[in-house]
T-cell receptor
Framework: DSGVTQTPKHLITATGQRVTLRCSPR?????VYWYQQSLDQGLQFLIQ???????AKGNILERFSAQQFPDLHSELNLSSLELGDSALYFC???????????FGPGTRLTVL | EDKVVQSPLSLVVHEGDTVTLNCSYE??????LLWYKQEKKAPTFLFML????IEKKSGRLSSILDKKELFSILNITATQTGDSAVYLC?????????????FGEGTQLTVNP
């Protein structure tokens, strides 16, 4: 158990819908990273937050957005969902620079 | 664009064998290289390497980084069936005020009894 929690574990929804994935980092960690893992694309970095501020952006679609709240939990919002958005979404947290990132258990999103 | 290439993509060995997994990279503003083990769940952290030539060890696993030649290897000695997993290499690069990770495709290791 890494100490990073993610909810929900599984999410099934329809195309065009909007969902919110939640992540609570390990106690003391200020950085939160979001990743998408699909069968055909492997693990892809989406976005990083550090103490509430966006720090780095990867291959994140415009339909996706994220934020980190004052209590350091983070949410990833996915809108206008498409079939191709079906994937495992991981959150990871870390402390210092350079980070050692600890992954949460992931949220499996299925878009029907 | 950052690039991380792992080889081999798949490896099948017998218990007790020693394996070497490779990771080569091209990245701007390198900060660190990380190895993860992924079974049927989230990746778990193995090693972080930032300096060239310094071996990191944890039990039967060890790893070393060559920043001049831009590669790293992960060695596993006396393999066990519990070592069966996908091993992911990732490179961390500095951004203006943060960092990003680029992952390789992974090496699927299967250890047969």
């Amino acid at each position: 158990d890494s100490g990073v929690t993610q909810t929900p574990k599984h999410l099934i929804t329809a195309t065009g819908q909007r969902v919110t994935l939640r992540c609570s980092p390990r106690s003391g960690d200020l950085s939160v990273y979001w990743y998408q893992q699909s069968l055909d694309q492997g693990l892809q970095f989406l976005i990083q937050y550090y103490n509430g501020e966006e720090r780095a952006k990867g291959n994140i679609l415009e339909r996706f957005s994220a934020q980190q709240f004052p209590d350091l939990h983070s949410e990833l919002n996915l809108s206008s969902l498409e079939l191709g958005d079906s994937a495992l979404y991981f959150c990871a947290s870390g402390t210092s620079v350079p980070d050692t990132q600890y992954f949460g258990p992931g949220t499996r999103l299925t878009v029907l | 664009e950052d690039k991380v290439v792992q080889s081999p993509l798949s490896l099948v060995v017998h218990e007790g064998d020693t394996v070497t997994l490779n990771c080569s990279y091209e990245v701007t503003n390198f900060r660190s290289l990380l190895w993860y083990k992924q079974e049927k769940k989230a990746p778990t952290f193995l090693f972080m390497l930032t300096s060239s030539g310094i071996e990191k060890k944890s039990g039967r696993l060890s790893s070393i980084l060559d920043k001049k030649e831009l590669f790293s290897i992960l060695n596993i000695t006396a393999t066990q069936t519990g070592d069966s997993a996908v091993y992911l290499c990732a490179v961390e690069a500095k951004e203006t005020s943060g960092s990003r990770l680029t992952f390789g495709e992974g090496t699927q290791l299967t250890v047969n009894p």
